[in-house]
């Protein structure tokens, strides 16, 4: 299920739990309502394996995320899964509601430069060779510029297969291997922070909903680091959860993690002090929230023009070098 439909069901679950309705029961009324149609296989699949004895944090794999599941497994253990069924609802809301917004910023943005990319094939495929044709007609030695554009629309004319696949290769790698574009990114200056910012955001989210969940600091970092999928903040986290087990406190632990925000570890430590980490963690997360709405705008309103000037620059180019053999020429016969 994708984040908003998890957050639903662990809505529906929670309020049909503490209105004193049992398990089983609660998933069947789930499992009837249209907006679960989709699930409703996987929700029988559920109430079977409860049936035959299997707790709850076993029962919904498959159905619920991994980061889902142990949640629920915290909550088991302290005898409060309603409250976790209720973290897991406004935390997969919370994430619905961040990808939306990264969508919605990045929709612009990303016409411009899909209109901009046929503009380009537009030129190379059928104006460039139609303009190559009249400056071969008209003869003499073309400018080492002109050929250069002249041979690239060569190669698109004759290549476009090979081009395309070229393109479905770069689209598959993005899709099947982000852990390694993620770390390319990572080193482009504003997209890197971007990013780590993103991983600082998910980080504390996940920990504050897992801890406020009851289930147990070593543990919550565990499944922490299983539902990450970059592999620094992986490794990250494997070292924190290190230092925790061999005695350092979680806002000492902090203090060299290259994936939590500086302030985490003040704030943290206030709250390991009254007892209340998750609570800190969810804190921070809603201020990195409120600044990641402030990035968002900011790397709008930046790749709208970096991607005009990119490609004006282009077109002037492919202008010039068509151009530049005919001002060669009426220079010659003047």
């Known amino acids: 299920m994708h984040n908003r439909q998890t957050s639903r069901f662990c809505n529906q679950l ?9 398990l089983v029961a609660a998933l069947r009324v789930i499992g009837q309502t249209d ?7 996987l929700i029988d699949k559920t109430i079977l394996k409860l049936e035959e004895g299997e707790p709850l944090c076993e029962a919904v794999n498959g ?21 976790a069924l209720t973290y897991l609802g406004d935390y997969y809301n919370q994430r619905a509601d961040l990808s939306e917004k990264l969508a919605g ?39 080492p510029l002109t050929i250069t554009v002249m041979t690239i629309s060569q190669l698109l004319v004759d290549y476009w297969l090979a081009f395309f696949g070229f393109i479905l290769v770069i689209s598959g790698v993005m899709v099947f291997k982000r852990g ?34 009851g289930v147990p600091l070593a ?50 430590a206030i709250g390991e002090n009254s007892g ?4 800190a963690f969810l804190d921070i997360a809603a201020i990195k929230a409120k600044e990641r709405g402030a990035r968002l705008e900011q790397l709008s309103k930046l790749l709208e023009p970096a991607i005009t000037v990119v490609v004006g620059g282009v077109v002037a180019f492919i202008v010039l070098a068509l151009f530049l053999p005919l001002l060669q020429l009426v220079a010659a016969l003047s």
């Open 14 to 22: 929670a309020s049909l739990l503490v209105a004193g309705i049992p």
């Open 35 to 41: 907006c679960f149609e989709k699930e409703r296989s």
């Open 63 to 83: 159905l619920l995320p991994a980061l889902a599941c142990g949640a629920i497994k915290g909550g088991d253990r302290s005898g409060r899964i309603d409250a």
């Open 105 to 143: 910023a990045l929709v612009y943005p990303a016409f411009i430069a899909v209109i901009c990319l046929f503009l380009l094939i537009f030129l190379f495929v059928f104006i460039v060779p139609s303009m190559g044709e009249l400056l071969s007609d008209l003869g003499g030695k073309l400018p």
């Open 180 to 213: 390694i574009l993620f770390e390319q990114l990572t080193r482009i200056p504003l997209i890197g922070d971007y990013y780590r910012h993103e991983l600082a955001l998910f980080n504390c989210l996940t920990l504050g909903m897992l801890l406020e969940g």
């Open 219 to 268: 543990e919550a970092i565990l499944i922490n680091a299983d539902a990450a999928f970059d592999k620094a903040q992986k490794a990250d986290l494997a070292l924190l959860l290190k230092k925790v087990e061999n005695g350092k406190k979680l806002s000492d632990a902090l203090a060299g993690s290259l994936f939590f925000p500086r302030e985490a570890v003040s704030l943290v």
């Open 276 to 279: 209340q980490s998750g609570k």
